[in-house]
């Protein structure tokens, strides 16, 4: 069973975000209705705030950013991202890993 904010697909994670640039750091910030908000430092302009988001969930989940990719919501704060095989989980609300 899984949170309404995220899904496993696989050995992938797809994750549904609530984005928030410009922000004084960069974090988790729960939950914003049923999507995991993030706050951003980087401003949402040119890919700035979304190449920010793919670094900072590479980092968190420990996968290289380029197993991190944006699967909707490129020019909107509402986003679907999907981690590649995550190496580990952040302690998230919700956020288990898949079962065998």
């Not at 949170?3 to 729960?30: M, N, T, V």
């Not at 900072?56 to 380029?66: E, M, Q, T």
């Amino acid at each position: 069973m899984s949170a309404a904010w995220y899904r496993w697909d696989g050995a992938d994670l797809i994750l549904d975000c609530h984005l928030q640039p410009k922000a004084s750091k960069d974090e988790f910030a729960g939950l914003h209705g049923e999507r995991l908000k993030i706050r951003l430092t980087a401003p949402p302009v040119e890919g700035k705030a979304n190449a920010h988001l793919l670094a900072f969930l590479g980092a968190a989940f420990g996968v290289a950013k380029s197993q991190v990719s944006l699967v909707s919501g490129e020019l909107n704060r509402q986003k679907r991202v999907r981690i590649q095989q995550p190496k580990r989980l952040p302690d998230l609300p919700g956020l288990t890993a898949q079962s065998a």
